[in-house]
Nanobody, 121 residues
């Protein structure tokens, strides 16, 4: 059974930082790129970043480039998202899933509960 467990969210002031974690199980972690998505209130879920399963190449949406850093621990089957210089527009529930570097769509239908990030003064 494929599972994703996101954690690390919280309330932070603008300019602050958070580190999200995504613990996974039920699939071969090293066989997939790991993708982070977010869903802001009243909006659809959007792609945020992807980190490959190979040589740790990563890519980001323009609005988070230079502020967010994706990483992964292939021993612990866990993905991470370091978020720096957070802005109110980063407020959302963040989710992770696995997929291919090329397609950048979630491979699995199952989703975790997400972790809520609120950026507010």
């Amino acid at each position: 059974q494929v599972q994703f467990v996101e954690s690390g969210g919280g309330l932070v002031q603008p300019g602050g930082s958070l580190r999200l974690s995504c613990e996974t199980s039920g699939f071969v972690f090293t066989g997939y790129s790991m993708i982070w998505y977010r869903q802001a209130p009243g909006k659809e879920r959007e792609f945020v970043t992807i980190i490959s399963n190979g040589i740790n190449v990563d890519d980001y949406i323009d609005s988070v480039k230079g502020r967010f850093i994706a990483s992964r621990d292939n021993v612990k089957n866990t993905a991470f998202l370091q978020m720096n210089n957070l802005k109110p527009e980063d407020t959302a529930v963040y989710y992770c899933n696995a997929g291919s570097w090329v397609k950048r769509i979630p491979e699995f239908d199952s989703w975790g509960q997400g972790t809520a990030v609120t950026v507010s003064s």
